[in-house]
Nanobody
Framework: QVQLVESGGGLVQVGGSLRLSCAAS????????MGWFRQAPGKDREFVAH????????DYSDSVKGRFVISRDNAKNMGYLQMNSLKPEDTAVYLC??????WGAGRWDFWGQGTQVTVSS
């Protein structure tokens, strides 16, 4: 099992920045990747970004590309999401996820509880 705990959410003004962290613990040695998702009230969960645990290949949704940066520190079992140029539509609960399967499997095995990000205009 892998446990994920997010932190770093909060209230920020339009155009501001936040850095989310995801602390992974447990059996992290065979993780394939880590991802960030978000869910706004009344909306479906949305993919934000993911990163290969080894190698660091990244991918982003079109809505955040060029503004958000996903990264990880394998030695510390940490994942990060640097969010810049924030917009009101970025307001959501942000969730960290991890998988032992490749991207083609389309599944996420472990989820954190989420951290609230609110962007005020």
């Amino acid at each position: 099992q892998v446990q994920l705990v997010e932190s770093g959410g909060g209230l920020v003004q339009v155009g501001g920045s936040l850095r989310l962290s995801c602390a992974a613990s447990g059996r992290t040695s065979n993780l394939y990747g880590m991802g960030w998702f978000r869910q706004a009230p009344g909306k479906d969960r949305e993919f934000v970004a993911h990163i290969r645990w080894l190698g660091g290949h990244t991918d982003y949704s079109d809505s955040v590309k060029g503004r958000f940066v996903i990264s990880r520190d394998n030695a510390k079992n940490m994942g990060y999401l640097q969010m810049n140029s924030l917009k009101p539509e970025d307001t959501a609960v942000y969730l960290c996820a991890a998988t032992r399967a490749g991207w083609g499997a389309g599944r996420w095995d472990f989820w954190g509880q989420g951290t609230q990000v609110t962007v005020s205009s």
